[in-house]
């Protein structure tokens, strides 16, 4: 217990000496895509937040070069995986011989919105993310394998419907049968874990706009995903990128689509309510 203490002080020690010592990215930039689409980068904190009165998008913690690559599509590296989207889309995949477009003829455009409300309740009351809903398409309608939570046909799927989404508010619904779901999001984001004995919100709402080695801390919003990393050259889904969190704090990650990641999902979701839709973004 006592080497838990130690670890935990340190940290926050170490996040109060590079607070002062570390300039902030531009902050004040303004993220306008492909010079003509605005995006709603802060807003004010939606009422269920309680330690925060503004909400801001991981954007504007990013080097100006990384701001950059998503202020142009051409650029932006993420757009390697919509196009595999698009491909997949027109695949024709499973017993009953049909791609997606076989029952969406309007094309990834009918699905304008739906990120933006995401996660949600479904029919049967239970908490469900687009992973799911894609997954659920492919078994039932298309007698296809479902995809694996975070590998590329996957995150690049989400990629393309989110992109549907870009620039519509998130509003992601907390009330009714969505309750007990987003308060145990709450709960596990607040809850300390892993040998660091740390939370959530000991980085994302105590230290964001601190550095912490090379990266710089933000809120943690989730409005931009699924996101290209730099990091990893690749597309990273929101559970994913949980899981990295867990691991980095050296905590056992929970299941990628788990009940635990789908709950922390809708109140993280829920924490960017106002904000815009960014997907796909790009990060560090």
Not at 244 to 255: L, T
């Amino acid at each position: 217990m006592g080497m838990y203490l130690l670890k935990t002080t340190a940290f926050a020690a170490g996040l109060a000496l590079m607070a002062g010592s570390v300039a902030q990215a531009d902050e004040g930039a303004t993220l306008v895509i492909n010079e003509e689409l605005t995006i709603a980068t802060t807003a004010k904190a939606p009422a269920h937040l309680e330690n925060i009165d503004e909400i801001t998008s991981g954007w504007i913690y990013r080097t100006k070069e990384t701001q950059a690559l998503q202020m142009d599509d051409f650029d932006n590296p993420a757009f390697v995986f919509v196009d595999i989207a698009l491909d997949l889309w027109n695949e024709v995949d499973g017993t009953e011989g049909k791609s997606c477009a076989s029952c969406h003829t309007d094309g990834p455009e009918e699905f304008a919105g739906l990120t933006a409300t995401m996660p949600r309740i479904d029919k049967d009351g239970n908490l469900e993310t687009l992973t799911e809903v894609v997954n659920r398409e492919r078994v039932e309608k298309m007698g296809a394998k479902p995809w694996k939570y975070s590998k590329t046909n996957m995150a690049s799927m989400t990629a393309l419907i989110g992109l549907q989404s870009r620039g519509m508010p998130v509003n992601v619904a907390i009330d009714g049968a969505a309750a007990p779901f987003w308060e145990r999001g709450k709960e596990l984001y607040y809850t300390r874990v892993g040998q660091l004995d740390i939370s959530c919100s000991n980085c994302h709402e105590d230290n964001y706009g601190v550095m912490i080695r090379a990266d710089h801390l933000s809120q943690g919003q989730i409005n931009g995903f699924p996101t290209y990393r730099l990091k990893n050259a690749k597309m990273n889904t929101t559970h994913g990128r949980f899981k990295g969190c867990m691991k980095n704090i050296r905590a056992v990650p929970y299941k990628e689509g788990g009940e635990e990641f789908k709950a922390i999902e809708l109140y993280l979701a829920s924490r960017g309510n106002g904000l815009t839709v960014e997907t796909p973004s790009v990060r560090n």
